[in-house]
């Protein structure tokens, strides 16, 4: 059994299911997930089809690539970065889709115990070398992520997994799952790496954050706007993003909005809206190469931080931080994979991928409690 769903407004999901194919794909090789067999087939030879794809290509049956964070490596041109058993892209061409009403749920709750976590001293360690970094002139801002590794003494139905998240209120515009068997991905992303529309292609990058309690926001929303860290931040990404737009064709990318309000459960953060209209029909591979990773989940400038990303965190992103891609009929939209869990239903395990933003304006104390605010966020979805 394999299936996608997608929420698609707050009452209704689109839900796809009976791949005619889907694939995992590594640097020289890809896994057909239906047959349980490898096949050679190099990275090289799946971007040369992603190229093909045009915007505005008219898909009959929907297609769904998650791609992990490590294909960035590729896409920014650092394949050295990449070994042999990283997996790069999943691939998911379904033959019925259908649009379901919001699911009612048999599950009251989920218990997420908590197994491994990053420690303060760890944290620490990392941030006083990114600042150095910073000192040196060798970037401007860095995002700093870590695991947060949880379990359930449970075994739950993916279907019931499924349920439960998208009967709960407050989700991300972007919010899916996907279930490969033995692996679930649940994404309860707020935040677009792209969408395509009508010759316009839209992103929307996310940076600043605040905790709020109750109804009341828009106070501390107005301590957000007017933090000079935070705002700084923002603009940023935004200036980076404009110029990832910019790299698609003639450079007049417009910032739409600049400094929104986005409430999360017990968070509220600022993004910004950038768009560009399109005189030629671009393929996907060229928008990859020019937008992935996402600028908020890297930092600037972004090659530059991806290396020294690398170096520093001493572990795998995956799907954390990668991007879902959506293609249904003229439809393209790519999450960025915030928010992001994965799990493996044989072990009961749940990885799920935080941080934030660091500047020379950040303070490590402050940044450690943010990425534990963004866990808590996530958490109070099963409670």
């Given at each position: 059994?394999?299936?996608s769903r997608f929420r698609l407004n707050s009452k209704q999901i689109l839900e796809l299911d009976s791949p005619t ?230 450079p007049r990318a417009e910032v739409i909005k600049l400094k929104a309000p986005l409430i999360a459960p017990g968070l ?44 520093i965190e001493r572990y795998q992103r995956r799907l954390y931080c990668g991007s879902t891609l959506l293609c249904r ?55």
């Amino acid at each position: 059994m394999i299936f996608s769903r997608f929420r698609l407004n707050s009452k209704q999901i689109l839900e796809l299911d009976s791949p005619t194919l889907a694939y995992i794909y590594y640097r020289d090789r890809r896994f057909n997930i239906l047959t349980g067999f490898p096949e050679l087939y190099s990275i090289d030879q799946f971007c040369k089809n992603l190229e093909k794809i045009k915007l505005d290509t008219n898909f009959d049956s929907p297609r769904v690539y998650h791609f992990y964070y490590e294909f960035g490596f590729i896409a920014q041109g650092f394949s050295h970065l990449i070994d042999n058993e990283m997996p790069l892209v999943i691939e998911i061409e379904y033959r019925r889709q259908k649009k379901i009403k919001t699911p009612k749920s048999p599950l009251d709750r989920i218990d997420l115990k908590s197994l491994e976590r990053p420690t303060w001293s760890e944290y620490k360690e990392s941030f006083h070398l990114i600042q150095e970094h910073l000192r040196a002139g060798n970037c401007y801002q860095l995002n700093l992520t870590y695991p947060f590794d949880f379990y359930t003494e449970e075994n739950f139905h993916p279907k019931d997994l499924s349920d439960y998240f998208f009967s709960q209120k407050n989700l991300g515009a972007y919010a899916h799952t996907t279930y490969l068997g033995q692996e679930m991905i649940l994404s309860n992303s707020p935040e677009c790496l792209f969408q395509y529309k009508k010759n316009e292609i839209f992103t929307m990058p996310i940076k600043g954050t605040k905790k709020y309690q109750g109804k009341n926001w828009k106070k501390i929303w107005n301590e957000l706007i007017n933090d000079p860290k935070e705002s700084g931040e923002l603009i940023m990404i935004t200036d980076l993003l404009k110029n990832d737009l910019n790299r698609l064709e003639k450079p007049r990318a417009e910032v739409i909005k600049l400094k929104a309000p986005l409430i999360a459960p017990g968070l509220i953060h600022q993004y910004s809206l950038i768009a560009l209209k399109l005189e030629s029909s671009l393929n996907l591979l060229k928008v990859m190469e020019s937008l992935f990773p996402g600028g908020s989940i890297t930092g600037a400038p972004k090659k530059k931080v991806m290396e020294l990303t690398s170096s520093i965190e001493r572990y795998q992103r995956r799907l954390y931080c990668g991007s879902t891609l959506l293609c249904r009929g003229k439809l393209k939209a790519a999450s960025i994979n915030i928010r992001t869990a994965q799990i493996d239903l044989d072990s009961r395990v749940w990885r799920y991928g935080a941080g934030g933003g660091i500047t020379l304006l950040s303070k490590a104390p402050q940044e450690f409690q943010e990425m534990e605010l963004k866990v808590e966020s996530f958490l109070a979805l099963f409670k």
